[in-house]
């Protein structure tokens, strides 16, 4: 597609459960990035994937979170035994890769998101 | 580590009036400098870009930043508000080496009176 892809746009999920938010990138783009948006928190950094590099996983808030990029594309971040405070809107974005202080579309396109819901 | 501090959580303008959005930034290296923008039910796109050149630079819908070294700072300016420029605005950082995450401030809500 044109744009980066989020699914599911709303998820619903009892406290407790597992969840699995899914991104698929722009074709070509090499880093992608995982955000959680809250009311009054801004876009906080969750997880970001370079190529073939290990991925920045400092803004991971706890080891509930978790996330892979399988092929170097599509994206999945998963959160175990999910809690209230985990209810956010989940944003993924992806650029191309930036080299050596090249400027080489380093900005970032993001996806509409998942709104998650933890009851 | 890079850091984005956006002053104020809320301004307030009326139709016509100067925008001014405040973006400061911490990094240890020279930074890429970006401001995106949230319309209501909407996601994020961006507003524009510094990255090297010009310290002005010029974004959509008549918005431009500058990029002051000596302060750290990227302010965001529209000479003339709009009521469709309602939406919350978020700053953000990289550095210009390979293989950082952009890191974005709090955001800055900007509501536009009649």
């Known amino acids: 597609g044109a744009g980066v892809s989020q699914s599911p746009s709303n998820k619903v999920t009892e406290k407790g459960k597992d969840v699995e938010l899914r991104c698929d990138p722009i074709s070509g783009h090499t880093a992608l990035y995982w955000y959680r948006q809250s009311l009054g928190q801004g876009l906080e950094f969750l997880i970001y994937f370079q190529g073939n590099s290990a991925p920045d996983k400092s803004g991971l808030p706890s080891d509930r979170f978790s996330a892979e990029r399988t092929g170097g594309s599509v994206s999945t971040l998963t959160i175990q035994r999910t809690q209230q405070e985990d209810s956010a809107v989940y944003l993924c974005a992806s650029s191309l890769y930036h080299s050596g202080g090249l400027s080489v579309g380093t900005e970032a396109f993001f996806g509409q998101g998942t709104r998650l819901t933890v009851v | ?114």
């Open chain 2, 1 to 114: 580590a890079q850091s984005v501090t956006q002053l104020g959580s809320h301004v307030s303008v009326s139709e016509g009036a100067l925008v001014l959005l405040r973006c400061n930034y911490s990094s240890s290296v020279p930074p890429y400098l970006f401001w995106y923008v949230q319309y209501p039910n909407q996601g994020l796109q961006l507003l524009l870009k510094y990255t090297t050149g010009a310290t002005l630079v010029k974004g959509i819908n008549g918005f431009e930043a500058e990029f002051k070294k000596s302060e750290t700072s990227f302010h965001l300016t529209k000479p003339s508000a709009h009521m469709s420029d309602a939406a919350e605005y978020f700053c953000a950082v990289s550095d210009n080496q390979a293989g950082t995450a952009l890191i974005f401030g709090k955001g800055t809500t900007l509501s536009v009176s009649s």
